[in-house]
């Protein structure tokens, strides 16, 4: 159980484009998903907290505009990022948490960011 | 502010234990975790502790919690290759509504067969 699915794993894509990654909870209900970002060698650091139904809370220095956030149900969150440029490349990954608020964040597999 | 700080690296030969340390400052902690990454990779939840625990078992793994010292490890018994990668502890503090995740900065094992 606790499984969490996120796409795509790995985007390759010009300068100025708009991408959307998508995390899904398959087996379980999430009010809350996080959004973390990766470099290499180093460890997540959180982007924002996706609140189902409501505006996402974002990490400081963490532009909302550029990074956005729709938790439109319980299962699926989206994190789109705007206008990408070379320095948004990095590997993103998402977590949920079961709705008892003492449960563990599961992980999805990530998604791997090139912006050429 | 949250602090979770763990040594980088930690290399062992098939077979032997790993002892994987983890250190960290908010001492309002309610659970923490460990997860490991493998290379490219999302985290794999390993397992985790509650802070009113000293200890948890779970096959090959054994997490030993001093409270007092703010101290975790993460002992992998028979240590294979597959163990290989990199694990991370994390902390999951007491306040606000999301109670976030404070991660530590990964150690890298490697296991030479």
């Known amino acids: 159980g606790a499984v969490v699915s996120q796409h795509p794993s790995w985007v390759i894509c010009k300068s100025g484009t708009s991408v959307k990654i998508e995390c899904r909870s398959l087996?379980?209900?999430?009010?809350?998903m996080f959004w973390y970002r990766q470099f290499p060698k180093q460890s997540l650091m959180l982007m924002a907290t996706?609140?189902?139904?409501?505006?996402?809370?974002?990490e400081q220095g963490v532009e909302k505009d550029k990074f956005l956030i729709n938790h439109a149900s319980l299962t699926l969150s989206t994190l789109t990022v705007t206008s990408a440029h070379p320095e948004d490349s990095s590997f993103y990954i998402c977590?949920?948490?079961?709705?008892?608020?003492?449960?563990?964040?599961?992980f999805g597999d990530g998604t791997r960011l090139s912006i050429l | 502010g949250e602090d979770v700080e763990q040594s980088l690296f930690l290399s062992v030969r098939e077979g032997d234990s790993s002892v994987i340390n983890c250190t960290y400052t908010d001492s309002s902690s309610t659970y923490l975790y460990w997860y490991k990454q493998e290379p490219g990779a999302g985290l794999q939840l390993l397992t985790y502790i509650f802070s009113n625990m000293d200890m948890k078992q779970d096959q090959r793994l054994t997490v030993l919690l001093n409270k007092k010292d703010k101290h975790l490890s993460l002992r992998i018994a028979d240590t294979q290759t597959g163990d290989s990668a990199i694990y991370f502890c994390?902390?999951?503090?007491?306040?606000?509504?999301?109670?976030?995740?404070?991660f530590g900065t990964g150690t890298l094992l490697a296991v030479q067969p």
């Open positions: 087996d379980f209900q999430a009010t809350t």
């Open positions: 994390a902390e999951k503090g007491n306040g606000g509504a999301t109670n976030k995740l404070i």
């Open positions: 977590s949920a948490r079961e709705d008892r608020s003492n449960q563990p964040q599961h």
């Open positions: 996706s609140n189902e139904g409501s505006k996402a809370t974002y």
